[in-house]
């Protein structure tokens, strides 16, 4: 039996019946697709541990396990344990007796201190072998900062080099704010027609098209042979709805 | 969707990009909340990889992971208290030749209305209607996942659709009453 072969029964409730199947389709956020594969790439790496156990040791890496949250998907506040870890040790270390006030400079130095710390640890999980480390690397960097300039250079390098279309869609997204500097579009326009993904493309053509001052640097992609049509005629519709 | 099952996990991003628009808007349909619809579409494929061994060859991806989608929306539902849903009415006793007042449909403000009547509904006529229009389901496989005849659907189908018709009028009938 097709759905075809409901009637309804009169009019009125026809065109009803023909308006539901015509309700307007919506897009779902880019964090949904972020989240999805961020849980895929989990999964992945934990089936592929338990099929070969000794090929997920390596101590830099279970050390890294051990001081990172292991889901950054629902870890919300978590990601900030080490962090915040560190913060109290220092704070131990360095506040003065009680009934002293700490003195700014040593504020300041702590503040210093942790943001090192985590930046520390957005590196070296940007250079894990594990696609689901190197996105626990873009998401920590995120909350660095990309305005980081050695955070900045590895989210970027990430876009152009990562080999996984997930974390270098990641990194895409933690440049949001930066995307309106002139040396981070000219990179990221520099490395557009080598991306072989055009979902990657997508997503690129999506950060710059809200950046201020990319337009021209867009404008010349859509008469670029070497990016993909589809692309190309995205671009175009987007260049479009801005003017 | 075998491949997964059979260890292929990375297959799931196909399913993903193929499926997950549909999810979203039957999601966004059944709670009228982006944010949940998000959630739930999410958690409908954290248990594909979960449940990949129920799946049967010959069983039909869309079937099975709409019944997996009403499962999730039951949770959903279940945790939460429901909000507005219009009051059960004796559908025999409302006329069914009223004057039409769906003529502007095409309109984006009649759509929109139409999507705020669907949410009055109770959630199981909500559930079928969205399933059958928009889910892309044959009746015989929205009757699988439901348990109970292709015949059996059809009625509910009626009854759902005219239940949506009477809300969907309600704003109209209300100002006819006042003036």
Same mark, same amino acid.
């Given at each position: 039996?097709?759905?075809?072969?409901?009637? *309804?029964?009169?009019?009125?409730?026809?065109?009803?019946?023909?308006?539901?199947?015509?309700?307007?389709?919506?897009?779902?956020?880019?964090?949904?697709?972020?989240?999805?594969?961020?849980?895929?790439?989990?999964?992945?790496?934990?089936?592929? @541990?338990?099929?070969?156990?000794?090929?997920?040791?390596?101590?830099?890496?279970?050390?890294?396990?051990?001081?990172?949250? *292991?889901?950054?998907?629902?870890?919300?506040?978590?990601?900030?344990?080490?962090?915040?870890?560190?913060?109290?040790?220092?704070?131990?270390?360095?506040?003065?007796?009680?009934?002293?006030? *700490?003195?700014?400079?040593?504020? @300041?130095?702590?503040?210093?201190?942790?943001?090192?710390?985590?930046?520390?640890?957005?590196?070296?999980?940007?250079?894990?072998?594990?696609?689901?480390?190197?996105?626990?690397?873009?998401?920590?960097?995120?909350?660095?900062?990309?305005?980081?300039? #050695?955070?900045?250079?590895?989210?970027?390098?990430?876009?152009?080099?990562?080999?996984?279309?997930?974390? #270098?869609? @990641?990194?895409?997204?933690?440049?949001?704010?930066?995307?309106?500097?002139?040396?981070?579009?000219?990179?990221?326009?520099?490395?557009?027609?080598?991306?072989?993904?055009?979902?990657?493309?997508?997503?690129?053509?999506?950060?710059?098209?809200?950046?201020?001052?990319?337009?021209? #640097?867009?404008?010349?992609?859509?008469?670029?042979?070497?990016?993909? *049509?589809?692309?190309?005629?995205?671009?175009?519709?987007?260049?479009?709805?801005?003017? | 969707?075998?491949? +997964?099952?059979?260890?292929?996990?990375?297959?799931?991003?196909?399913?993903?990009?193929?499926? /997950?628009?549909?999810?979203?808007?039957?999601?966004?349909?059944?709670?009228?909340?982006?944010?949940?619809?998000?959630?739930?579409?999410?958690?409908?494929? =954290?248990?594909?990889?979960?449940?990949?061994?129920?799946?049967?060859?010959?069983?039909?991806?869309?079937?099975?992971?709409?019944?997996?989608?009403?499962? =999730?929306?039951?949770?959903?539902?279940?945790?939460?208290?429901?909000?507005?849903?219009?009051?059960?009415?004796?559908?025999?006793? &409302?006329?069914?030749?009223?004057?039409?007042?769906?003529? &502007?449909?095409?309109?984006?403000?009649?759509?929109?209305?139409?999507?705020?009547?669907?949410?009055?509904?109770?959630?199981?006529?909500?559930?079928?209607?969205?399933?059958?229009?928009?889910?892309?389901?044959?009746?015989? &496989?929205?009757?699988?996942?439901?348990?109970?005849?292709?015949?059996? +659907?059809? +009625?509910?189908? /009626?009854?759902?659709?005219?239940?949506?018709?009477? =809300?969907?009028?309600?704003?109209?009938?209300?100002? &006819? /009453?006042?003036?």
């Amino acid at each position: 039996m097709e759905r075809d072969d409901f009637r *309804p029964e009169d009019e009125a409730e026809r065109r009803l019946w023909e308006a539901l199947a015509r309700l307007p389709e919506e897009e779902p956020g880019p964090g949904l697709r972020r989240r999805f594969y961020s849980m895929l790439d989990e999964e992945t790496t934990a089936a592929a @541990a338990e099929r070969h156990p000794a090929r997920s040791g390596g101590w830099r890496r279970r050390l890294l396990t051990l001081v990172t949250p *292991p889901r950054p998907a629902f870890a919300g506040g978590l990601q900030w344990a080490l962090p915040a870890l560190a913060l109290g040790v220092l704070l131990g270390a360095f506040l003065p007796e009680r009934g002293a006030a *700490p003195p700014q400079t040593d504020v @300041a130095a702590l503040r210093q201190e942790v943001g090192s710390l985590s930046r520390l640890v957005a590196l070296s999980l940007l250079e894990q072998d594990s696609a689901s480390e190197r996105l626990k690397g873009v998401s920590y960097g995120r909350e660095v900062g990309p305005s980081d300039p #050695r955070v900045l250079d590895a989210l970027l390098a990430a876009v152009a080099d990562d080999p996984n279309d997930n974390v #270098r869609l @990641a990194a895409i997204d933690a440049l949001a704010g930066v995307a309106g500097r002139p040396g981070v579009q000219q990179r990221l326009i520099a490395g557009f027609p080598r991306q072989e993904s055009p979902l990657v493309q997508i997503a690129l053509v999506d950060l710059l098209a809200e950046a201020r001052g990319a337009r021209p #640097r867009l404008q010349r992609l859509v008469d670029d042979p070497q990016v993909d *049509p589809t692309v190309r005629d995205y671009l175009r519709r987007r260049l479009e709805r801005r003017t | 969707m075998s491949q +997964v099952r059979d260890g292929d996990l990375e297959k799931l991003g196909i399913l993903f990009e193929r499926h /997950h628009l549909r999810l979203f808007n039957f999601f966004l349909r059944m709670t009228g909340d982006r944010t949940a619809s998000e959630d739930l579409v999410q958690e409908v494929f =954290v248990r594909m990889l979960k449940y990949r061994k129920s799946f049967r060859e010959r069983g039909e991806f869309s079937a099975w992971m709409f019944a997996l989608a009403r499962n =999730v929306s039951a949770d959903y539902f279940g945790r939460r208290p429901r909000v507005t849903v219009a009051d059960e009415v004796e559908l025999d006793e &409302q006329p069914s030749g009223d004057p039409l007042p769906l003529e &502007q449909l095409e309109l984006a403000e009649s759509l929109e209305r139409l999507r705020g009547a669907l949410l009055k509904l109770p959630e199981e006529k909500r559930e079928l209607l969205l399933l059958t229009r928009s889910g892309g389901l044959t009746y015989e &496989q929205i009757a699988a996942i439901l348990g109970c005849s292709a015949g059996a +659907v059809k +009625v509910r189908v /009626h009854r759902a659709l005219r239940h949506l018709r009477q =809300v969907f009028r309600a704003p109209e009938m209300e100002a &006819q /009453h006042g003036a």
